[in-house]
């Protein structure tokens, strides 16, 4: 399995940002994928994630922010940010996993967003939001 995440850099407050994680073909049509972040000192938290039936789970605190999405045609899986802010400067990171826990609602399995539900993880790019 392989994940290769690019598109960080900087940005200031109230930008936008895109990052991009580039999946191996066999884990893009059988695996859930997820984009995750840790800031210096802090866990790792989860951001979004995309159940194999594309299924979305987004961190509530982010949602309306932050957009995960896929282009199936270049098996790549984006993170679209929009009016961040300084606290959302961390090492951003893609995740994989072919069968994580899900939570069944209104006829939808929604990935959890938890660390330990995803066994594959990309090197991480960096995020920084300047004032």
């Known amino acids: 399995v392989q994940l290769v995440e690019s598109g960080g850099g900087s940005v200031q407050a109230g930008g936008s940002l895109s990052v991009s994680c580039t999946v191996s073909?066999?884990?893009?049509?059988?695996?859930?994928m997820g984009w995750f972040r840790q800031a210096p000192g802090k866990s790792r938290e989860g951001v979004a994630a995309?159940?194999?039936?594309?299924?979305?789970s987004h961190a509530r605190s982010l949602k309306g922010r932050f957009t995960i999405s896929t282009d199936n045609s270049k098996k790549t899986l984006y993170l679209q940010m929009n009016s961040v802010k300084v606290e959302d400067t961390a090492m951003y990171y893609c995740?994989?996993?072919?069968?994580?826990?899900?939570?069944?609602?209104?006829?939808?399995?929604?990935?959890?967003?938890?660390?330990?539900?995803?066994?594959?993880w990309g090197q991480g790019t960096q995020v920084t939001v300047s004032s």
């Open positions: 073909r066999r884990t893009y049509s059988t695996f859930c």
């Open positions: 995740a994989a996993e072919s069968s994580p826990t899900t939570i069944w609602e209104g006829g939808k399995s929604f990935p959890l967003l938890l660390e330990a539900e995803f066994g594959f």
């Open positions: 995309m159940n194999r039936d594309g299924t979305l």
